[in-house]
């Protein structure tokens, strides 16, 4: 199936702890996207990666770095987990160098940090 | 930066009547707005978008506005089923660079059988 998938689809861990979040597309889009959904439905950029690159980089604390092995992939890695984290983390991806404009999402990770 | 603003928070309306979403942006310079809906527990999924020199769009039931003097663009779906009810996102994008899509803060929409 061509998508956008995310790994793990729930992730449970204590405070203080470091995981990872795994995005691959398959749609050949050349930008990808983290963005945040907090428990009030809000969804926020938190960074944006063309061609491997990092384009956008929001307001957001030096514990989380992303990483793009290449155009497939964008990776979020997050250390010393705070209870403020716990939300649901969406990996978009879009094909901005064609004109298209519609970012596809995965089906979201949601993190509980207890 | 863009600053979008989405009203209603919630919006709850009788199966058959028609539902209306309103958004304001900010940045004069955001020349796309697209519209996506995301059901409980699910991913978001765009439903329709409009661009800045058009100033409304229909897909069957739904259709999209702009008005880009005063700087604000609604959803209107009508006859409205069970299966429309989500949360819907306005978003817009400006025009510089690369450009960063900023969502709306959501509308719940529920339809009442």
């Known amino acids: 199936d061509t998508a956008v998938s995310q790994t793990p689809k729930y992730l449970v861990t204590q405070m203080g702890n470091d995981k990872s979040i795994k995005c691959e597309q398959n749609l050949g889009h050349d930008t990808m996207y983290w963005y945040k959904q907090d428990s009030k439905k809000f969804l926020k950029i938190m960074f944006s990666?063309?061609?491997?690159?990092?384009?956008i980089n929001e307001t957001v604390p030096n514990r989380f770095s992303p990483k793009s092995p290449d155009k497939a992939h964008l990776n979020l890695h997050i250390n010393s987990l705070e209870l403020g984290d716990s939300a649901v983390y969406f990996c978009?991806?879009?094909?901005?160098?064609?004109?298209?404009?519609?970012?596809?999402f995965g089906p979201g990770t949601r993190l509980t940090v207890t | 930066g863009e600053n979008v603003e989405q009203h209603p928070s919630t919006l709850s309306v009788q199966e058959g009547d028609s539902a209306v979403i309103k958004c304001t942006y900010s940045?004069?310079?955001?020349?796309?707005f697209p519209w996506y809906k995301q059901e409980l527990g699910k991913r978001p999924q765009l439903i329709i978008d409009?661009?800045?020199?058009?100033g409304e769009k229909k897909d069957q039931r739904i259709a999209v506005t702009l008005n880009k003097t005063a700087k604000h663009f609604s959803l209107h779906i009508t006859e409205t089923q069970p299966e429309d009810s989500a949360v819907y996102f306005c978003a817009a994008r400006s025009s510089g660079g690369y450009q960063k899509v900023t969502f709306g803060t959501g509308t719940k929409l529920q339809v009442i059988p």
């Open positions: 978009a991806s879009s094909l901005t160098s064609g004109g298209a404009d519609e970012q596809y």
């Open positions: 940045d004069s310079a955001s020349n796309y």
């Open positions: 409009i661009r800045s020199n058009v």
């Open positions: 990666y063309n061609n491997k690159e990092l384009i």
